[in-house]
């Protein structure tokens, strides 16, 4: 099956850091780009950063500086470095997996998500 | 915060249709293609229409999509229990330089 697990999620004091982890199963890691998505609750989707194949690196302009991105290909493995959190990066945070075509780009595989929670 | 606008809620009885629209602009919608995603509750997205107007297998034949101009439209005929869900739009914006998605909505099915 073609699949993606999240881990790392938690709570963490204002300040604080976590290392968000993906592991990917049933395709081929290495070829796709990545992403990861979050979703402060009751609200909706947000883009937050994405890794290309190459490992070309791209964040939400609030977000630089405070989160990277990084991949392991041999561990078919995403991550995300998230520091200096503040209360209003709570929010379960997906990775997803953009698959392109000729002519588009879809989210076809998501995570299950994890849950961040920054308070004091 | 999001760029694209949707509906906040739609709601029909069993059997009936509801369209949900996804209102952007030319550096997004206007300029690229559209997908659909669904999100039943405490569950993760699932992809639900790609391509303005194309259904991933799996995905029935009353669910529809559409896409003229800067906006979109999400149908979904003989309405079912099952169908109970968040949708969300979703576009790459050329302004912006990455992927936007819409502010969802939430529909019941009465």
């Known amino acids: 099956d073609v699949q993606l697990v999240e881990s790392g999620g938690g709570l963490v004091q204002p300040g604080g850091s976590l290392r968000l982890s993906c592991v990917a199963s049933?395709?081929?890691?290495?070829?796709?780009?990545m992403h990861w998505v979050r979703q402060v609750t009751g609200e909706g989707l947000e883009w937050v950063s994405n890794?290309?194949?190459?490992?070309?690196?791209y964040y939400l302009g609030s977000l630089k500086g405070r989160f990277t991105i990084s991949r392991e290909n041999a561990k078919h493995s995403l991550y995300l470095q998230m520091n200096s959190l503040r209360v209003e990066d709570t929010a379960v945070y997906y990775c997803?997996?953009?698959?392109?075509?000729?002519?588009?780009?879809?989210?076809?595989?998501w995570g299950q998500g994890t849950m961040v929670t920054v308070s004091s | 915060q999001s760029v694209l606008t949707q509906p906040p809620s739609a709601s029909g009885t069993p059997g009936q249709r509801v369209t949900i629209s996804c209102s952007g602009s030319s550096s997004n919608i206007g300029s690229d293609i559209v997908n659909w995603y669904q999100q039943l509750p405490g569950t993760a997205p699932r992809l639900l229409i790609y391509?303005?107007?194309q259904r991933p297998s799996g995905v029935p034949d009353r669910i529809s999509g559409s896409k003229s101009g800067s906006s979109a439209s999400l149908a979904i005929s003989g309405l079912q229990s099952e169908d109970e869900a968040y949708y969300y739009c979703a576009a790459w914006d050329d302004g912006l330089v990455r992927d936007v998605f819409g502010t969802g909505t939430r529909v019941t099915v009465l």
């Open positions: 049933g395709f081929t890691f290495s070829r796709y780009d």
């Open positions: 890794i290309g194949t190459a490992g070309d690196t």
């Open positions: 391509s303005n107007d």
């Open positions: 997803a997996r953009k698959s392109c075509s000729r002519t588009s780009c879809v989210f076809d595989i």
